[in-house]
């Protein structure tokens, strides 16, 4: 059974912190991996993938890749109220299907 | 933009119906999906079809759900006799294995099975 796990908080973090979500994930065999938001009573939406070890970068957002530790994390700087939705982590293997985890509700508070 | 549109927005049936949901995917997508969202729960996968045949399912994907694409460009999720539980947000979803290997979700359709 492959399985992703997150933290399904909520997560606090003042306007302007840093917020910082984890994800792990069990097999070894994934190959890539999504970060999504999905606001209340919406479709997720991607924010960014990442296919290699170490960090990638796009804007506020960095993903975090350790397939060693078989981890990967999403941190949001500068965050801001409208980043307050329920961020969700998927992996892919050598197959095209995705495996999402619970995802992890984020608040930021003004 | 392209985008994946899903239609019903809002199915409401009675148990024991059968019930189609609709998705047009993005034209040059080759990978599409069903998934699932109980009110408060996790997108859950429930099949995976490409080049016309259903390449990958879950154990949610029982005999009472089929999926096919009838003319070339819809691609629909048929619930044959409804249950309770199956009151959910259906989602489709596309994937892109070109350059941005992006997977594209439709807005949904909200089930409600009284």
């Known amino acids: 059974q492959k399985e992703v796990e997150q933290n399904s908080g909520p997560l606090s973090v003042p306007e302007g912190a840093i917020a910082s979500l984890n994800c792990t994930y069990s097999d070894r065999g994934s190959q890539s991996f999504f970060w999504y938001r999905q606001y209340s009573g919406k479709s997720p939406e991607l924010i960014m993938f990442?296919?290699?070890?170490g960090d990638k970068e796009d804007g506020r957002f960095t993903a975090q890749l350790n397939k060693a530790s078989q981890y990967v994390s999403l941190l949001i700087r500068d965050s801001q109220p409208s980043d307050s939705a329920t961020y969700l982590c998927?992996?892919?293997?050598?197959?095209?299907?995705?495996?999402f985890g619970p995802g992890t509700r984020l608040s930021v508070l003004p | 933009e392209p985008e994946v549109t899903q239609t019903p927005s809002h199915q409401v049936t009675q148990m024991g119906q059968e019930v189609i949901l609709r998705c047009v995917p993005i034209s040059n997508h080759l990978y599409f999906y069903w998934y699932r969202q109980i009110l408060g729960q996790k997108v859950e996968f429930l099949v995976s079809f490409y080049n016309n045949e259903i390449s990958e399912k879950s154990e949610i994907f029982d005999d009472q759900f089929s999926v096919e694409r009838p003319d070339g460009s819809n691609f629909t999720l048929k619930i044959r006799s409804t249950k309770l539980e199956d009151s959910a947000m259906y989602f489709c979803a596309t994937f892109d294995t070109g350059g941005m290997n992006e997977q594209f979700f439709g807005p949904g359709t909200r089930l409600t099975v009284l």
């Open positions: 990442i296919y290699s070890n």
């Open positions: 998927a992996v892919r293997n050598y197959g095209q299907n995705f495996v």
